[in-house]
């Protein structure tokens, strides 16, 4: 496994847990590629940004249980997690929101390019989800 790529998903993934989006969004190239979970692909740091900013007003979330792996030329990685989360404001043809908590196994692959996230493709079981914030 290569150290480099690994400590590149763990200031990553420490920026996300922490709410410091300027470092996250740091991490990422100008063109970063963003495979949004059961939607589509989007293209760009400010596309990223935008994501974000609609994902932190109607969710708050941690991550935990993380375990980071990496192809030995850093060129690739992948982790899984678990994520812990509270849906704060209801969010496009989803469930309405009441401040459900959830928890919900994750993971994530990524493609790394000069030491930056140059794409990330994150997986988690929206049924799974679903269930829980309808319950």
């Known amino acids: 496994m290569n150290p480099k790529t690994i400590n590149l998903i763990e200031q990553y993934y420490a920026a996300f847990n922490s709410g410091d989006m300027d470092t996250f969004l740091n991490l990422l190239t100008d063109d970063v590629i ?20 609609c994902m932190n007003f109607n969710y708050k979330e ?14 690739r990685a992948a982790a899984e997690f678990v ?23 994750g993971g994530a692959f990524f493609e790394i390019r000069d030491n930056k996230v140059a794409r990330i ?4 079981n929206l049924q799974d989800w679903i269930a829980q914030v309808s319950g």
Request: hydrophobic share 35%.
């Open 121 to 124: 493709t994150n997986y988690y």
């Open 34 to 53: 963003h495979d949004i979970n059961q939607g589509k692909r989007e293209i760009g740091k400010e596309a990223f940004t935008q994501f974000m900013a």
């Open 62 to 75: 941690q991550l935990v249980d993380m375990v980071i792996m990496a192809t030995p030329n850093g060129a």
């Open 83 to 105: 994520v812990l989360g509270s849906y704060l404001k209801s969010d496009e043809d989803l469930p309405a929101a009441k401040g459900q908590e959830y928890r919900l196994p």
